[in-house]
């Protein structure tokens, strides 16, 4: 029978047992930042923060205790840029609302929302939090879907949005995401007038704010100020404390963003950037961070058959593979075409997937590197696309600062999250061997004092 | 502006081509280089025949004759050759990622320095052509369209920067008649609908700039006072607006009809505008003399009309009738096609009016020059002028001869003995071969609607 009292916890959901908050992972491998070496020893969580790493210790009766034996223990990954948890876009969502002439679009309907957050409408679906579970990653930074100016991104992290989203949310405004993404129909239509909407905008904005900053100061005698929730938002862009994320997926939008920024004095992030050249590199200002896009082209055949050659090297020339080849070729080779066009063709489509794929470790050299966005590749192809770097020379060490200390320091949360120390938030992946193996597989998963346990829902 | 990387990735490239091989031994991408022997055209100071270029650190250094290069520099013998100063088109739209926004008639405050292309092969095509420097433009969709921007045909550079050419006077586009019209007035069923709602919106435009200019003069005349007043609200548009009127930017407008010609001088008049270019300018031979008297220039088809009512009423003698009523003129092309050729286009003012050698010339040399406020760079063969250089087979207006060698500041981008089959500067990670096929047959014309 039950009590009244535990009836009416169970409404209020006070009463309802929390999942287990200390845990003790006993004896296990830590990779406590990027660089350090793998050390053995006791790791204490308490109520989601990292209290004690050390030798044998003591806990509570209750604690869950997981053994270490073979399983690594890292900080938990860091999606530097997501559309994870945003509604899915309208088909017509390029169509603005606005009918009337073009040239007098008001700017929220022509896709000038800085106002709007991530935070709002984040639902992340149970499938794709899965999919990022089983790869490592507990923390993600979502942005809005939408054209120049979406909204404000928001940091998260991944835990099962049955406990409720509010607690889940570690930042509501990271700053602004923008794009070179138009909408039909309305200005700004073009690049064009893109850049030109940020200079106006930006501009004004500076003259209204400290209008706005005088009027707060002393109103007396003033007309009241006419700042819009639009430039409201944009305050913390031109103070310099927000940055702008920039979706500039090459080098010409690149370029864009980085002359805006530096015209305009704001900062700027080039995000999901996926072929920088040479010389916009050797070029880039100093400060700026580069988020790379994961989502990969496929890999050209010219590729595979390198690796292939490599790897069977020692089996050269089984009758089937020798005589598949050449037919291959002559299948591949379009009309009009010789074959000494055809193989440089391939060996320039192979260096221009070349060029992408190395970008990583180009902006890692230049200190460039800020994280990995994930805003356009699968859901479930981020782990891959990780690895293909390290095969592509990328050390682990490289690859796990970009999942975790960069993004950290990015959000400026450098002393809280990203690594795997006394006082840290306790946001951690156990994976069963290192993470950039070919097989490896996360385990366990801790996220803001919650274990999922990720063996059962390997597929 | 030299590029190290520049040269880098033209070796780079020429490299990859398995079935190409860089056959000189020299390297003629340093920005120096004496050419020997050549039959020059100068077009500002005569011809010389069998005459030495040198061009050291992209200049023209020396012209003269048994002319030594310095340590160092390579010699390339043009006996039996004619050279002229690098071509420069006036209206073209090559190089770019968008042409018009085409959203409001007014849109000056766009800039198409902003949506440079680099990797445009019809670059590189231009300077089989023989043309370095275009007149990069905003489309004519608009009445007050965006800046324009001169480029210099750099092909090989990999950031859109290195293509503007420095300190080229700013420029904006302007459009007259129908193409406004249709846009805006029958599109979008707003103003301009009609040749008088065309001069209207320039009218307003103009008057609201100068309405603005006053609101922020009483703003900062507060300030000085240390009166604390909200500010107008900032607007990029009549910014522009106002630089146009101040004379710091020149009007290149698209225009066909004579009424509407002469109607664009009386607004300038009107405000003050003392330069003004007229592109296309069809009917201009109606009003050659007024063109004249207030100093308008004009940038022609050489052939092409008919193809609207605007253009209806129009003639092939256009070019010569305003060269010959002292109005500076020159050819476009306004087309990634014509431009391969517009040394012919030029030449087709010898059929029709019989412009002398040096007047035809001097149409797609120093008075596009003038007209784009780059005559002091280029435009002709004189000391100090950029080593913008074409090397041809035979005289440039002869319908046998063609382009052998251009030169943009002293460097060799196209040489017709090593031409490339594939000069792409950026490929695709996932290209299907065939729509490289597509490619090589030449196809794709995006321009300003004419």
């Known amino acids: ?459 | 502006m030299k590029n190290p990387t520049t040269a880098i990735l033209l070796t780079t490239l020429v490299s990859l081509m398995s079935f190409q091989f860089l056959t000189a031994q020299v390297d003629f991408r340093s920005g120096d280089v004496l050419i020997t022997g050549g039959n020059l055209l100068t077009v500002t100071n005569g011809d010389m025949e069998e005459t030495d270029l040198l061009i050291l650190d992209g200049k023209i250094a020396e012209i003269g004759t048994s002319l030594t290069a310095p340590d160092g520099v390579p010699t390339l013998d043009a006996t039996g050759k004619y050279i002229m100063p690098g071509i420069v088109d006036a209206h073209s739209h090559i190089g770019l990622d968008a042409v018009n926004e085409a959203t409001n008639p007014m849109t000056p405050e766009v800039a198409i320095a902003d949506v440079i292309n680099p990797f445009d092969i019809a670059l590189y095509h231009a300077l089989a052509g023989g043309v370095t420097v275009s007149h990069a433009m905003h489309g004519s969709a608009n009445v007050i369209g965006g800046q324009n921007q001169t480029i210099k045909h750099r092909y090989g550079a990999m950031l859109p920067s290195d293509l503007i050419m420095e300190d080229a006077r700013r420029t904006v586009k302007f459009a007259l008649g129908e193409n406004p019209i249709r846009v805006h007035g029958e599109g979008y069923n707003t103003v301009p609908n009609t040749r008088m709602g065309v001069e209207t919106v320039i009218r307003q435009g103009f008057d609201n700039a100068l309405a603005y200019r006053e609101a922020w003069k009483e703003f900062y005349r507060k300030k000085e006072e240390g009166i604390v007043a909200a500010p107008p609200r900032y607007n990029q548009r009549k910014e522009v607006l106002l630089e146009i009127l101040d004379g710091d930017i020149l009007i290149h407008c698209h225009s066909y009809r004579a009424d509407e010609i002469y109607m664009l001088m009386n607004v300038c008049r009107d405000y003050g505008i003392e330069e003004i270019i007229f592109q296309h300018v069809n009917e201009g031979f109606k009003v050659a003399p007024e063109l004249a008297e207030f100093g308008a220039m004009a940038s022609v088809f050489s052939d092409w009309w008919a193809f609207k009512f605007e253009v209806y009423y129009s003639t092939a003698y256009n070019t010569t009738i305003l060269a010959q009523n002292d109005v500076i003129t020159s050819v476009n092309s306004d087309s990634r096609a014509l431009i391969r050729h517009l040394y012919l286009e030029a030449a087709k003012a010898q059929r029709y009016g019989q412009l002398s050698d040096n007047q035809t010339l001097e149409l797609i040399t120093i008075n596009p020059a003038i007209q784009l406020g780059i005559d002091d760079r280029v435009g002709s063969l004189e000391t100090g002028k950029d080593g913008d250089v074409v090397i041809f087979s035979g005289h440039p207006l002869s319908i046998y001869s063609i382009p052998e060698y251009t030169f943009v500041d002293g460097i060799m981008y196209f040489n017709r003995s090593e031409d490339p089959s594939d000069m792409r500067l950026v490929t695709d990670p996932e290209e299907e071969f065939e729509s490289y096929m597509k490619l090589k047959s030449g196809r794709g014309d995006h321009d300003c609607l004419h």
């Open chain 1, 1 to 459: 029978m039950l009590l009244p009292g535990l009836m009416v916890s169970q409404i209020t959901g006070d009463e309802i047992p929390k999942a287990a908050s200390d845990f003790l992972l006993s004896n296990i491998q830590i990779k406590t930042q990027p660089g350090d070496e793998l050390i053995r020893a006791d790791v204490h969580i308490v109520d989601g923060v990292i209290a004690e790493i050390g030798e044998d210790i003591q806990v509570k009766r209750g604690a869950k205790v997981i053994e270490g034996d073979e399983l690594i223990l890292y900080a938990a990954f860091i999606s530097a840029l997501s559309h994870l948890g945003q509604p899915e876009e309208e088909d017509d969502a390029r169509r603005s609302a606005w009918r009337g002439p073009p040239g007098a679009t008001p700017l929220e309907q022509s896709g000038l929302t800085p106002h709007m957050f991530a935070s709002t409408d984040y639902d992340p679906g149970e499938s794709d939090l899965k999919k990022y579970h089983q790869q490592g990653f507990g923390l993600v930074h979502s942005v809005p879907r939408g054209f120049v100016m979406p909204g404000k991104g928001s940091l998260y992290l991944l835990t099962d949005p049955a406990d409720g989203k509010v607690n889940t949310l570690l930042k509501r405004e990271t700053g602004l995401f923008a794009q070179f993404r138009n909408m039909r129909r309305v200005y700004p239509a073009t690049p064009l007038a893109t850049m030109s909407v940020w200079r106006e905008v930006i501009t004004d904005v500076r003259y209204q704010k400290d209008y706005w900053e005088k009027w707060n100061e002393n109103p007396k005698g003033l007309s009241r100020p006419s700042v819009t929730e639009l430039d409201k938002a944009l305050f913390p862009v031109v103070s310099g404390e927000q940055p702008v994320f920039f979706h500039t997926g090459e080098t010409r939008q690149a370029l864009r963003a980085m002359n805006l920024a530096n015209e305009l004095n704001f900062k700027v992030v080039l995000a999901n950037a996926g072929r920088l050249n040479d010389d916009f590199l050797a070029g880039l200002h100093q400060g700026i961070k580069i988020l790379p896009n994961l989502d990969f082209p496929d890999k050209p055949d010219e590729e595979k058959e390198e690796e292939k050659g490599e790897s069977e090297a020692e089996e050269r020339e089984q009758d089937e593979e020798s005589e598949e080849d050449p037919e291959e070729e002559k299948d591949e080779l379009p009309a009009g075409m010789d074959k000494e066009e055809y193989e440089h063709l391939k060996e320039r489509r192979k260096l221009a997937w070349e060029e992408q794929i190395m970008l990583s470790k180009k902006a890692h050299e230049q200190e460039a590197l800020g994280g990995f966005s994930t805003l356009s590749v699968g859901s479930g192809d981020i782990l891959s696309a990780v690895r293909l770097l390290h095969e592509k020379g990328m050390s682990e060490d490289e690859l796990l600062e970009a999942l975790t200390t960069l993004p950290a320091e990015l959000f400026g949360m450098e002393g809280t999250i990203g690594k795997v120390k006394e006082g840290y938030q306790a946001h951690l992946v156990l994976f069963d061997g290192p993470f950039t193996g070919e097989d490896a597989k996360p385990t366990f998963l801790i996220v803001d004092g919650h274990l999922h346990d990720l063996r059962e829902n390997d597929d």
